[in-house]
């Protein structure tokens, strides 16, 4: 198994800026397997927001992240990061990590095995 653990959330104003982390602890071996981020805002369907393959030389970013978040990695320390600026009140949502079982980026909610618990992140105007 494999345990992932978020951190960073938090509240803002608009036009701020958050970063999350998210370790891996648990099964060893896999610290080279692809790492998402999703979010869940209420009522809403949790949805894709950037994926970075276990190299950390390939991303994928959702239309909404581009240009305002970066997903990055280091595989040392079984983390996985994504920085968040120009936050709006549309980022609202608990996010989540994610680690898939391939090596490639994917935004399919159905490539990735793990799952963390979440970490809150409130955007007010």
């Known amino acids: 198994q494999v345990q992932l653990v978020e951190s960073g959330g938090g509240s803002v104003q608009t036009g701020g800026v958050l970063k999350l982390a998210c370790t891996a602890s648990g099964r060893t071996g896999r610290s080279g397997h692809q790492m998402g981020w999703f979010r869940q805002a209420p009522g809403k369907e949790r949805e894709f927001v950037a994926s970075?393959?276990?190299?950390?030389?390939?991303?994928t970013y959702a239309d909404s992240a581009k240009g305002r978040f970066t997903i990055s990695r280091d595989n040392a320390k079984n983390t996985v990061y994504l920085q968040m600026n120009s936050l709006k009140p549309d980022d609202t949502a608990v996010y989540y990590c994610a680690q898939g079982n391939g090596y490639v980026t994917t935004h399919r909610i159905s490539d990735y095995a793990y799952w963390g618990q979440g970490t809150q992140v409130t955007v007010s105007t």
């Open positions: 970075i393959s276990g190299s950390g030389l390939g991303t």
